[in-house]
């Protein structure tokens, strides 16, 4: 054996330990502030690409396109303006008490109005908001409160069983086709500008 492999096979795992004892420490001297926050739109866009497509199809992480919604969720109970929120999901008496009916629900129409706009010449409006808290989940209550009339207020852990609760044939009607989901979803996705994804 020549000095050229020598040296590689002698040099190439001392390099490897290096590295090693190199991260393991780097790992060590870690504090809780060095961690980087999760998004609370990420974590709604990990909950959505868990469902079944067909029905369901998603916008996902729209990023301001449409103002204050940051998914759009469309399926067969109709389409879904999605708004994410990094805190404990309010007590809906309380909202109703500091903020009024009437002022929730114009919030409400306020924020999926630019979803509505893109889907209405698919034949399919917007008319339900959720606003999906990411905070400390709480099993005693619902997985989701409706307070008004278009606003629900969905617990970020049962998104999901929020989406299955308005899937239930008896909790909407009339329901959409596939072919008006897949309609909507692509007036939305090209009315925001982005080619036309797979999903």
Not at 68 to 87: L, S
Not at 88 to 95: I, K, Q, S, T
Request: proline content about 10%.
């Amino acid at each position: 054996m020549g000095p050229g492999i020598v040296i590689p096979l002698v040099l190439i795992p001392l390099l490897l330990v290096g590295a090693f004892t190199w991260y393991r420490r780097s790992i060590a001297a870690m504090k809780p502030s060095d961690a980087k926050p999760v998004s609370g739109t990420r974590l709604t866009a990990e909950s959505l690409h868990r469902l079944e497509s067909p029905p369901w199809r998603v916008v996902y992480e729209i990023g301001g396109a449409l103002g204050g919604v940051d998914h759009v969720v469309i399926g067969p109970p109709g389409v879904i303006a999605i708004t994410t929120i990094v805190a404990d999901r309010p007590d809906p008496e309380r909202l109703l008490a500091a903020a009024g009916a009437a002022q929730l629900t114009a919030e409400a129409a306020v924020e999926r109005g630019p979803v509505d706009e893109l889907a209405r010449p698919s034949g399919v409006p917007c008319r339900l908001s959720g606003r999906v808290f990411w905070g400390t989940a709480d099993p005693n209550r619902p997985a989701f409160d409706d307070v008004v009339f278009g606003n629900h207020l969905v617990e970020g852990q049962r998104l999901a069983a929020w989406l299955d609760t308005l899937d239930h044939p008896s909790s909407i009607e009339p329901r959409l086709t596939q072919s008006e989901i897949d309609l909507a979803w692509q007036a939305i996705v090209m009315g925001i500008g982005r080619p036309d994804p797979i999903r």
